[in-house]
């Protein structure tokens, strides 16, 4: 998944939440980091996207 889809699905999952979910949102699942630092560590967005839907339960059709 490239950045920029990440992104969109983000905004268009929790709206102006978004960047503070990614900032402040710790996921056990990504080991204790956050969003920002697990793609700045390099884990795929596309995980990312998933650990913060399980995390979050985003309904699963919108995964």
Same mark, same amino acid.
């Given at each position: ?10 905004? !268009? ?24 630092? !697990? ?25």
């Amino acid at each position: 998944m490239r950045l920029t889809e990440f992104s969109e699905l983000m905004t !268009a999952e929790f709206g102006t939440s978004a960047d503070s979910l990614l900032a402040d949102h710790v996921l056990i699942e990504l080991d204790g980091r956050t969003g920002s630092q !697990a793609i700045e560590d390099g884990v795929d967005p596309k995980q990312v996207w998933l650990a913060l839907c399980r995390d979050l339960d985003v309904p699963r059709q919108r995964w």
